[in-house]
Nanobody, 122 residues
Framework: QVQLAESGGGLVQAGGSMNLSCAFT????????MGWFRQAPGKEREFVAT????????YYADSVKGRFTISRDNAKNMVYLQMTSLKPEDTAVYYC???????????????WGQGTQVTVSS
């Protein structure tokens, strides 16, 4: 049984930085593509970033490209999202996800964490 648990959310001022972590428990972390998605109040869940099994390749939403970095540590079963130059529009619940491949489509992911709130004040 795969379980994901996000941590690291909170309140930050615009222009600041925040690091999110996601702990993976279950089988064969190294065989999963990993992703981060977010959902703001009244909006649909949207893609943020994804990385391949090895972590060598990553893809980002245009809205976060150049500001966010996804990474993973297969030895520790962890995936991270480093967020810089945060904007109020980045405010959302951030979800960690695991699937067979990396993808920007939430339907491709089989496992999801509970989410962590990120609030960026102006």
């Amino acid at each position: 049984q795969v379980q994901l648990a996000e941590s690291g959310g909170g309140l930050v001022q615009a222009g600041g930085s925040m690091n999110l972590s996601c702990a993976f428990t279950g089988r064969a972390f190294g065989s999963f593509g990993m992703g981060w998605f977010r959902q703001a109040p009244g909006k649909e869940r949207e893609f943020v970033a994804t990385t391949t099994w090895t972590g060598r390749t990553a893809y980002y939403a245009d809205s976060v490209k150049g500001r966010f970095t996804i990474s993973r540590d297969n030895a520790k079963n962890m995936v991270y999202l480093q967020m810089t130059s945060l904007k109020p529009e980045d405010t959302a619940v951030y979800y960690c996800s695991a699937g067979e491949f990396e993808s920007d489509d939430a339907r491709e992911y089989s496992y999801w964490g509970q989410g962590t709130q990120v609030t960026v004040s102006s």
